[in-house]
């Protein structure tokens, strides 16, 4: 199980992670796996949001940052900026290339991703802190990690 800890629905960069996820779940699952996305929007704000059955996966509400503190996922340091690499870059042009634009702010703003694999016993075999909001496993690595 990919455990992925995003940011907020209005954050454009978690809606591209939701949608990278949602149109590869079938490379997910086909290497055995499934994936769960915790984020720290409210539920009532997700169901207005979003069609039921939009994504092919659960979604995990933590408005109150309860799990982020379980699995200690650090915010931004205070003061830090974020750096424009060549991987940041690429995928703010898909964001705008789907036409994602900033909605709701919710949650911890300067919240950092993480992501987390999980084995059959639900013990954690991989686990990796993102140093900034775009260092994220997307789909393609999630699968190679689950291999």
Not at 64 to 92: N, Q, R, S
Not at 96 to 114: S, V
């Amino acid at each position: 199980t990919a455990l992925m800890f995003l940011r907020y629905y209005g954050c454009s960069l978690c809606r591209f992670d939701l949608h990278d996820y949602k149109v590869n779940y079938d490379k997910i699952t086909a290497a055995g796996g499934k994936l769960i996305a915790v984020i720290q929007s409210e539920a009532a704000y997700m169901k207005e949001e979003i069609p039921a059955g939009e994504y092919p996966y659960d979604i995990v509400c933590d408005p109150d940052c309860l799990l982020y503190d379980k699995f200690d996922i650090p915010v931004m340091a205070e003061g830090a900026k974020f750096e424009m690499t060549e991987k940041a870059a690429k995928i703010f042009g898909k964001i705008k290339e789907l036409g994602y634009e900033h909605g709701k702010y919710e949650g911890r703003e300067t919240q950092l991703p993480a992501a987390f694999i999980l084995d059959g016993d639900m013990k954690v075999i991989y686990a990796h802190y993102a140093k900034d909001m775009t260092d994220l496993p997307d789909a393609a690595e999630i699968v190679e990690l689950m291999k």
